[in-house]
């Protein structure tokens, strides 16, 4: 069964330092895709940074970086120089064959992020 | 940059009434998905559409059903709602389905209580 987990419930960074968000994934599939979402308290779901199983370097997106270790099946977020705008709920999700088709990005539970000054 | 809108923020309705929950979005996408959020279980996809009259279940379609008549907007319709329906409600869409790099793009929810 395909299977998102994120063991940080909540997780606190000092501004201007860097933080990781952990996560880790289940599946039986040689091709998927992974995301990281961003969540702030108004509601919306902002999507961040994409990596592809078979991409041979790490996807970054500005501050965002994504720590990928495919043989751990890992896919880490690293945000640097956090930002108290940062402060939100982050989501890892996957996207492959198995995971109910191309159509579903399944979620994992969740990580808090608290920026503090 | 797409935009998705969900037409309510906040919704308060009554056991056993008829919930319509309205999205649309303005960039042409194939796709719309419906996900429910609650604490500690992420997001969990009820109904998607990849056609316009076109509907998949997701993985908790019960006490559910859509609606897509026009490419742009899909309903979720709660057609006797309990109070086990109080949740965050999350509209979606995407362009491709063949691709595992196409992202969800989602609206700003809208927290239905049922009371």
């Known amino acids: 069964a395909q299977k998102i987990t994120q063991t940080q419930p909540g997780m606190f960074v000092q501004e201007k330092e860097a933080v990781t968000l952990d996560c880790t994934y289940d599946?039986?599939?040689?091709?998927?895709?992974l995301f990281w979402y961003k969540q702030p308290s108004s509601g919306e779901m902002i999507f961040l940074i994409y990596?592809?199983?078979?991409?041979?370097q790490n996807a970054t997106e500005g501050r965002y970086s994504l720590n990928f270790q495919k043989a751990r099946k890992s896919a880490n977020l690293v945000i640097s120089a956090s930002q108290l705008g940062d402060s939100a709920m982050y989501f890892c999700a996957m996207r492959g064959p198995h995971s109910g088709g191309y159509n579903k990005l399944i979620f994992g539970a969740g990580t808090r992020l608290a920026v503090h000054p | 940059d797409v935009k998705v809108t969900q037409s309510s923020r906040y919704l308060v309705k009554r056991t056993g009434e008829k919930v319509f929950l309205e999205c649309v979005q303005d960039m042409d996408h194939e796709n719309m998905f419906w996900y429910r959020q609650d604490p500690g279980l992420g997001l969990r996809l009820i109904y998607f559409?990849?056609?316009?009259?076109?509907?998949e279940k997701g993985d908790i379609p019960e006490g559910y059903s859509v609606s897509r008549e026009k490419k742009e907007r899909f309903s979720l319709i709660l057609e006797s709602a309990s109070t086990n329906q109080t949740s965050m409600y999350l509209c979606a869409s995407s362009l491709s389905l063949a691709s595992y790099n196409s992202p969800l793009h989602f609206g700003n929810g809208t927290r239905l209580t049922v009371t």
């Open positions: 599946t039986s599939d040689q091709s998927y895709g």
């Open positions: 559409s990849y056609d316009v009259k076109m509907k």
């Open positions: 990596q592809g199983s078979y991409d041979e």
